[in-house]
C-alpha cells in the first residue's frame, strides 16, 4: 500500500492543524493505521493508532489534545491535533498494518512524513 501524508505546516502554540494520510494500492479497510512523529534527534515515537475496526490509540502526550479517524470510502486516515505545544515539533508520519502497534517496526508501510512546527 502507498501513503501519502499532508496537512503539516507551521502553527502558534494552542492551535490547530489536521493532518491526512491517503492510501492507495490495496484495500484500505483491511489496513490499521498509525501515527508517529520524530523530532530533530530523537527516536521515532508513536502518537496514535486506529485498529480497522476503528478502535483507536493514543499515547499519553497526545491524549486528550489528538483526535484520529479514518473515512473508508476515501481511503484516508486523519489525525486532528488541538491545543498544539512546542514540544509537538516534529516530522509526522502515517503507517499501516494489518494489525496497529505501538512501535515502528511493527508496520510495514509507510508515507513520507510531513512537518509541523509548532512555535511559543
Known amino acids: 500500500v502507498q501513503l501519502q501524508a499532508s496537512g503539516g505546516g507551521s502553527v502558534q502554540a494552542g492551535g490547530s492543524l489536521r493532518l491526512s494520510c491517503a492510501a492507495s494500492g490495496r484495500t484500505f479497510s483491511n489496513y490499521g493505521m498509525g501515527w508517529f512523529r520524530q523530532a530533530p534527534g530523537k527516536e521515532r515515537e508513536f502518537v496514535a493508532a486506529?485498529?480497522?475496526?476503528?478502535?483507536?490509540g493514543y499515547a499519553d502526550s497526545v491524549k486528550g489534545r489528538f483526535t484520529i479517524s479514518k473515512d473508508n470510502a476515501k481511503n484516508t486516515v486523519y489525525l486532528q491535533m488541538n491545543s498544539l505545544k512546542p514540544e509537538d515539533t516534529a516530522v509526522y508520519y502515517c503507517?499501516?498494518?494489518?494489525?496497529?502497534?505501538?512501535?515502528?517496526?511493527?508496520?510495514?508501510?509507510w508515507g513520507q512524513g510531513t512537518l509541523v512546527t509548532v512555535s511559543s
Open positions: 503507517a499501516a498494518d494489518h494489525n496497529i502497534g505501538l512501535i515502528a517496526s511493527e508496520y510495514d508501510y
Open positions: 486506529i485498529s480497522r475496526s476503528a478502535s483507536t
